[in-house]
T-cell receptor
Framework: AQSVTQPDIHITVSEGASLELRCNYS??????LFWYVQSPGQGLQLLLK??????LVQGIKGFEAEFKRSQSSFNLRKPSVHWSDAAEYFC?????????????FGTGTRLTVIP | EAQVTQNPRYLITVTGKKLTVTCSQN?????MSWYRQDPGLGLRQIYY???????DKGDVPEGYKVSRKEKRNFPLILESPSPNQTSLYFC????????????FGPGTRLTVT
């Protein structure tokens, strides 16, 4: 069965510091991987996605993520965090199998940015 | 503007009083889905629909109903709400299943007393 693990419930970083949010997945075939961001009181916005090809994907707001099949990971990174990046981040894995659940989400990582 | 809309955004109700949360998308998407979000549990899928008149259960369907009579609308029905259905609900749509980005509505915060 598919599953997604985000081992860090809460991360605090200083503004301007680099960021890495971890995501590990369990899936039998090649997964479709997503990172979403949820700002307080808002819905989910797609940051980036991986379907195939280049394992380093670029997203919006300066975020990138790297798919590592050997480690079953899809970690999200940003070289310099801005105060506006404070939000909750969700990793998700999708599948193409007809009739099945579309997306499995991790439990989220809450990011706090301090001045 | 391409979007998914949900109404109401906030709802407080009492146990047993039937309610409907509406969801509408203007992107002509085939696939629509309902999730609930609870602290520490992330998002869990309630029901999904692959097209008009085609719906199926997700991970946590108990206590919920859905219908898909039109492509753009996918209402979530709680016929007899209970306090354990207090949650934040999201509707989402995508062009198709699998390798397709899901677009989320703004959420509906439901409290059942």
């Amino acid at each position: 069965a598919q599953s997604v693990t985000q081992p860090d419930i809460h991360i605090t970083v200083s503004e301007g510091a680099s960021l890495e949010l971890r995501c590990n997945y369990s899936y039998g075939a090649t997964p479709y991987l997503f990172w979403y961001v949820q700002s307080p009181g808002q819905g989910l916005q797609l940051l980036l996605k991986y379907f195939s090809g280049d394992t380093l994907v670029q997203g919006i707001k300066g975020f990138e993520a790297e798919f590592k099949r050997s480690q079953s990971s899809f970690n999200l990174r940003k070289p310099s965090v801005h105060w506006s990046d404070a939000a909750e981040y969700f990793c998700a894995v999708g599948q193409a199998r007809t009739g099945a659940n579309n997306l499995f989400f991790g439990t989220g990582t809450r990011l706090t940015v301090i001045p | 503007e391409a979007q998914v809309t949900q109404n109401p955004r906030y709802l407080i109700t009492v146990t047993g009083k039937k309610l409907t949360v509406t969801c509408s998308q203007n992107m002509n998407h085939e696939y629509m889905s309902w999730y609930r979000q609870d602290p520490g549990l992330g998002l869990r899928q309630i029901y999904y629909s692959m097209n008009v008149e085609v719906t199926d259960k997700g991970d946590v369907p108990e206590g919920y109903k859905v219908s898909r009579k039109e492509k753009r609308n996918f209402p979530l029905i709680l016929e007899s709400p209970s306090p354990n259905q207090t949650s934040l609900y999201f509707c989402a749509s995508s062009l198709r299943q699998g390798a397709s980005e899901q677009y989320f509505g703004p959420g509906t915060r439901l409290t059942v007393t």
